[in-house]
């Protein structure tokens, strides 16, 4: 006899899996803030029926530290978090360690290159202090002034780098050139209709660190696209890197997830949540023998504000 068909049960097969991620960096123990924005992530994977992983965002080796690798893990267990895929776990877009995937981003970089996306950047964090005139807000980066923009003489006829240029500035960036005045706008799963205009709220980003490593634009960018996710959660904080981000997807030719940014977290004073705020990191709360049941007790994933 033939066994019964997919069909005959009615049940409706999805168009594609969600797919959802938790994304930390190990630069220090994760605090309630963190939980709160990958409790979010964890609640909408379940809501889709979908697939939760961890990517280690460990690229930062300056200020990344192994023994907060281990405990992270160790919080994200202790506070209810389950992942299908993961540095830990394994799975089919292995490795989950960002500092592993170099590869990966080389190639996004030279297709950045090849598109005429990026150019060397020489200028020091005092040479932009100093060319920036107009007004920014406290927390983000400020509006490149487009000082190296026009350079001449790093690239070759063929397009590639001039070694006589590579050779002169040991050190230098790479930024992606923003198409001054382009609108960017997507519809937010959890904040509605978002705007951004390139060169107005963000200027040329850099996707390549004078260290030789990638930046966080360009890897979390790649990443997310590489591994499938289908709805990126992150914190309100980054709304900005994400219209950034979607410049990055149209260069490279990907498609863009879904986004879904959560309130962040403030404390008593308004201020938001960072990891300075050491009495809330996952590890003092669990010392202090609070259950995490009892610290989500009021948490909603739609929450619009802190
Ligand atoms: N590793 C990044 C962070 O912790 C990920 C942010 C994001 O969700 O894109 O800030
Ligand atoms: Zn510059």
């Known amino acids: 006899m033939n066994p019964p068909s997919q069909v005959a049960t009615g049940r409706p097969v999805p168009a594609a899996v969600y797919r959802g991620r938790l994304a930390p960096s190990p630069t220090g123990y994760l605090h309630l803030g963190h939980a709160r924005t990958f409790w979010a992530a964890q609640e909408r994977a379940r809501l889709h029926g979908g697939v939760l992983i961890l990517r280690n965002d460990d690229l930062d080796s300056t200020r990344y530290r192994m023994e907060f690798v281990d405990a992270m893990i160790e919080d994200l267990r202790w506070f209810g978090f389950a992942w ?17 995937r170099m590869d990966v981003y080389r190639a996004a970089l030279d297709r950045l290159s090849a598109g005429n996306f990026i150019y060397p950047c020489t200028c020091s964090r005092k040479d932009i202090q100093n060319a920036v005139t107009a007004p920014h807000a406290a927390d983000d980066e400020l509006v490149y002034p487009g000082t190296c923009r026009e350079k001449p003489g790093w690239r070759m006829a063929d397009g590639g780098l001039n070694s006589d240029f590579a050779v002169r500035n040991s050190k230098f960036s790479w930024r992606f050139r923003v198409p001054d005045g382009g609108a960017i706008s997507f519809t937010d799963g959890n904040l509605g209709g978002q705007n951004f205009v390139a060169g107005r709220d963000f200027g040329d980003f850099v996707v390549w660190r004078h260290d030789d490593v990638p930046a966080y634009q360009l890897s979390c960018a790649v990443d997310d696209a590489a591994m499938g996710i289908t709805e990126v959660v992150r914190g309100a904080d980054l709304l900005v ?18 986004f879904f940014h959560c309130a962040l977290m403030l404390d008593e004073a308004g201020l938001r949540l960072a990891k300075r705020h050491d009495v809330l990191s996952l590890r003092t709360l669990r010392g202090q023998g609070l259950l995490p049941e009892s610290l989500r007790r009021d948490w909603n994933p739609s929450d619009k504000a802190g």
């Open 84 to 100: 299908r895929e993961g540095p830990d776990c394994g799975g089919p877009f292995a490795p989950y360690n960002q500092s592993g």
């Open 241 to 258: 890197s994400t219209a950034r981000q979607i410049l990055l997807y149209r260069a490279l030719g990907l498609t863009p997830p879904d």
